[in-house]
């Protein structure tokens, strides 16, 4: 009976290849149906599989706390806001959230497809060259250590990230502002 | 004889499998309850004819929709229109992983020190499902129910999440057990240290569960159902399970993080948070029979005025009262 204790446990340490493969999945369909879709709301779905794929990763990476945050911040809220963007920009004729297509895509298909690769390219040859050694799986990190981390040594990139938000904030409210005025 | 729940696989696929009963015997009993309560608070019987005192109409109620057909509007965008149901019910089930029911470590589905983030992050994507239905439907009420759905939730999701910021930061920990285990005795309740936090949790959760008075998304007077419109059969009892698995959520959140969890002032275990989130439900459904629905500007008055300017200054009292106590 012991046996079959052991044999599970060592079950869920294998499940992780499976796993890896259904985020890797997940990120390279979302990605391509981001990419390739028409339809602006299914290229946004393709969007959210992805970041959906990435915040899996992090699970693996043992880093939930990103993860969650990755889920909360990013599929709750910021997709859901460019969902209502979109909507409120639909077109009377109704076919709004479609990309208009001509003679140009192609060209436009060849310039990704060059920025696209090369980095891979040249990348990807690096690594194989000098393939480095799997990084052993750190133990997950408590939020309190994260939250002091965040204050202490990173505390000027985490104000930064804060002003940023504070203009962008600041210029949205400007413009609405604006806009009122001209009314 | 070994413990098969002390394996974490055997233990998850039995918390999913005892989740999604509860889920559904909740659905049953909680349409039961909301039609006798409504019955009674506008002084009449409620379902009377089926069963002994109506008991059996939740169950005629479930075989209807499971009999009614599956219809899709013409010129509906199919995979958005047929996968919005599945969105929004499917991660409800994750958000019960984290919950304490007892004191027993097997009543939980899986200890996680960030339990409450999980719940938290994973309750957020039901928005996104209503999106879907918004634009899948191709119907200008789905689409207003979406659009209105989105900025309420949007708003109501800052004072819901500085509500439970004050009580994270008073027990320093994100770990629903834990937060459980901190309020031993009757007097530790945090209801009794943070009344304005669960006030206003409470509100944010009626709001953030499209509960009336905050039941603008589907409000029935101005569009028709709002965003499930369009949905029939058991498509629509998918949206309606899971807004009632929503809030056994959220109540079962109120009573971990404000009312003691399984303790109670005596015979500590699972009945007291059964009791206690019946008992929240129960005050739902009070709140839908007694106040008329708000209007829009209110609602968002509501909101950036009172709730998000109150729970800011509950979370700075807070802090300044944990740096003087240590």
Known sequence: ?183 | MINFLSIPLIHIIVALVAILAFIGLNGVVLVYMERKVAGFIQRRPGPYEVGPQGLLQPVADALKLLGKQLTSPMGADKILFWSAPIISFAPVVVCFLPIPFGPSPNSTGMELNLGLLLVLAFSGINVFALCMTGWGSNNKYSLLGAARAVSQSVAYEIPLLLAVLSIAFQTGSLNLSEIVQSQQGVIHWHIFMQPLAFIIYFISATAETNRAPFDLPEAESELTAGFHTEYSGMTFGLFFLAEYAYMIVVCSVATALFLGGWDGPFFDGFWWFLFKVYALMLVLMWFRWTYPRVRFDQLLNICWKWLIPLSVLNLILTAFFIKLVH
Do not use: C, W
């Open chain 1, 1 to 183: 009976m012991e046996n079959i204790t052991e044999y599970l446990n060592s079950g869920v340490e294998y499940l992780k290849y499976p796993v890896f493969g259904i985020y890797l999945m997940l990120i390279i369909v979302g990605g391509l149906t981001a990419v390739l879709s028409k339809n602006l709301i299914r290229a946004l779905i393709g969007l959210i599989l992805t970041l959906f794929g990435v915040a899996g990763m992090y699970f693996l990476m043992s880093a939930p706390f990103i993860a969650l945050m990755q889920i909360l911040i990013y599929v709750g809220a910021v997709t859901v806001l460019i969902f209502f963007s979109i909507m409120l920009t639909r077109a009377p004729d109704g076919d709004a959230g479609m990309e208009t297509d001509g003679k140009k895509l192609n060209k436009q298909i060849i310039l990704a497809l060059i920025s696209g690769l090369a980095p891979a390219f040249i990348l990807g040859i690096i690594i194989f060259q000098k393939m480095p050694d799997a990084l052993p799986l750190k133990p997950e990190t408590s939020i309190t250590i994260l939250g002091g981390l965040l204050v202490g040594p990173y505390s000027l990139a985490f104000e930064l990230i804060s002003v940023v938000l504070f203009t962008a904030m600041a210029g949205a409210v400007l413009l609405g502002f604006e806009r009122r005025d001209k009314k």
